[in-house]
């Protein structure tokens, strides 16, 4: 009796998905909406911030997904870019000041944060929601990166960048780069174990 009533309510969701993303794509001005790209009915992407936001082809977004651009960042061009056949889990959060890119096929795991800049608080008479954002920095994910559940990737300034087919683990806090082919966990994150492409095998990162 339970999957019999569970079936008609993902029916639903599938529809509403459907709908949500033929609407995004017609009415929001997306610097690119590619092809079999799928964004759920829950994801929070405010229309006003759609001009900076590119979703290659194949992309997907799962439930709750927010996509941000904060109100005071200064760009015109792109400041959050994911590329062909990526997947954002459920609840994940890119918020993005200046570059925030994600290259082909990577995989968010559930409420992952990426972030490039960080709540302004010098001014300790003022609250900090009304002292804006930092200038923060930029971030680029590699193509085929996987990060693990409730992973945080910030960068307060400069350029964080995380090679291609790395791994970060669950809980894992990055605000360093590491380069292709990397295992990284902890907080803060450090390497694990790293791929030899001279043996074609995983190494564990020595001490």
Not at 5 to 17: D, G
Not at 142 to 160: Q, S
Request: with cysteine; proline share 4%.
């Amino acid at each position: 009796m339970i999957g019999q009533a569970e079936e008609p309510i993902k029916l639903l969701r599938r529809v509403l998905a459907k709908a949500t993303t033929v609407w995004m794509r017609s009415t929001y001005h997306f610097c690119q909406f590619g092809k079999g790209t799928s964004v759920d009915f829950s994801c929070d992407i405010s229309k006003k911030i759609a001009n900076r936001v590119c979703l290659g082809a194949r992309v997907y977004l799962a439930p709750d997904v927010w996509l941000n651009v904060p109100q005071d960042s200064q760009g015109s061009g792109p400041a959050i870019m994911l590329g062909d056949g990526c997947q954002i889990g459920r609840r994940s959060m890119i918020s993005a000041k200046n570059l925030i890119r994600l290259e082909e096929d990577v995989l968010l795991a559930p409420s992952v944060l990426l972030m490039d800049h960080n709540h302004e608080y010098a001014n300790v008479d003022q609250p900090i929601h009304m002292q804006g954002t930092t200038s923060g920095g930029k971030i680029t994910i590699g193509r085929n990166c996987w990060l693990g559940y409730n992973a945080v990737i910030f960068c307060g300034a400069g350029h964080l960048t995380l090679g291609r087919n790395s791994v970060v683990g669950a809980n894992a806090v990055v605000t360093t780069s590491f380069p292709p082919y990397s295992v990284i966990a902890g907080n803060p994150a450090r390497l694990i174990k790293s791929f030899d492409l001279a043996t074609n095998n995983w190494k564990r990162a020595s001490s």
